[in-house]
């Protein structure tokens, strides 16, 4: 499209704008639905048992595929010696430890129900601290068991677990969870900055580092005055293959910029599945193109609208767009 000719403002009739409109988008539905998961592998009996004391072993067989809830638990038990769950993120970090757990059918397989529901993240992983020799069972196959030094004492919430080592296992327990499905709240009143309604488009090429990207997107604000809600589809894919598809829930369209968020539904990698999308786009006429954008929790995303006053860039990016083309259009009145 000729740059040229690229910003509209006040000139659009009602009924052009609604035709162009129908064009470019289609509804969908935007129920989500809530996803079990399951943390670890399963309460059966294996051959092999931890010999040391006083340490912390991480399994990373079946990582959290999504933000969630864990319920509950199951394991195997070997012996009746006491333990504790832990969940740690993919740096290491302490994040929940559970009280002592004692199993009560030895040998055999048991349950523990938690207090309350813990909290995990996208990449969490649930571990294990014996206080005396081990209780869990394995056997040394699958991803990696990250283990501290024997002695190295009980793990504290918000510490960082330095390991000693790794090795191939699959540990007899499974965590059982659910998404994070509740609804974010009807949002604040709109900080200072003023958001125009309107909508962007496009289909652009771009490359970072020696990686060629390709994205096509439309996202819309809301034609009501609830601030920043919006819709829209944005479509990503590179030339090792990736891809996801983005669900846009809010967008904020500010000039010759569109900022906006949405929910993964579907990725070639299932780490990215169920995080979300912070991007933003800018027109930038004869200067060139640009987007920019980030993966996070949905709760993150979605304070970039509501408290932040101006509404702060992604950290990953800009890049220029090396092809293509898009278009910001702002300052539409969709009461027309």
């Known amino acids: 499209m000729n740059k040229r000719i690229k910003r509209i403002f006040y000139g659009f009739s009602a009924l052009a704008l609604s035709?162009?409109?129908v064009v470019l988008f289609m509804p969908r539905a935007s129920t989500v639905l809530a996803d079990s998961f399951t943390l670890g592998n399963d309460a059966t009996s294996r051959s092999q048992l931890d010999t040391r004391s006083n340490f912390t072993a991480v399994d990373t067989n079946h990582s959290a595929g999504m933000d969630g809830q864990i319920a509950s638990f199951s394991y195997y038990a070997t012996n009746s010696n006491p333990f504790r769950f832990v969940v740690v993120d993919n740096a290491g970090m302490i994040k929940w430890i559970s009280d002592e757990v004692t199993?009560?059918?030895v040998p055999g397989a048991n349950t523990y129900t938690p207090p309350s529901p813990v909290d995990v993240s996208t990449g969490d992983?649930?571990?294990l601290y014996f206080t005396s020799t081990g209780t869990i069972p394995y056997e040394a196959t699958g991803a990696g068991a990250y283990y501290t030094p024997t002695d190295s004492g009980m793990p504290t919430t918000g510490a960082t677990l330095t390991y000693e080592g790794s090795e191939g296992r699959t540990y007899s327990f499974a965590a059982y969870g659910s998404e994070t499905t509740t609804p974010p709240p009807p949002p604040p009143p709109p900080p200072s900055v003023v958001n125009f309604p309107g909508f962007t488009y496009g289909q652009i090429d771009y490359t970072t580092g020696d990686l060629h990207r390709v994205v096509s997107f439309f996202a819309q604000s809301n034609r009501n005055t609830r601030p920043y809600l919006g819709n829209g589809t944005f479509i990503y894919k590179d030339a090792n293959g990736d891809w996801y598809n983005v669900d846009i829930r809010y967008v904020a369209v500010q000039g010759?910029?569109?900022y906006f968020a949405g929910r993964v539904t579907d990725s070639s990698n299932a780490d990215w599945k169920n995080q979300w999308l912070y991007a933003k786009v800018h027109d930038g006429g004869a200067s060139g193109d640009q987007i920019s954008?980030?993966?996070m929790r949905g709760t993150e995303a979605l304070l970039h609208f509501v408290r932040n006053s101006n509404l702060t860039d992604p950290s990953s990016g800009p890049f220029?767009?090396?092809?293509?083309?898009l278009m910001v259009v702002s300052g539409l009145n969709f009461n027309e």
Request: hydrophobic share 30%.
């Open 125 to 127: 992983n649930v571990g």
């Open 293 to 295: 954008g980030e993966l």
């Open 320 to 325: 220029n767009v090396t092809s293509g083309d």
């Open 103 to 105: 199993p009560s059918t």
């Open 256 to 258: 010759s910029d569109t």
């Open 19 to 21: 035709a162009l409109l």
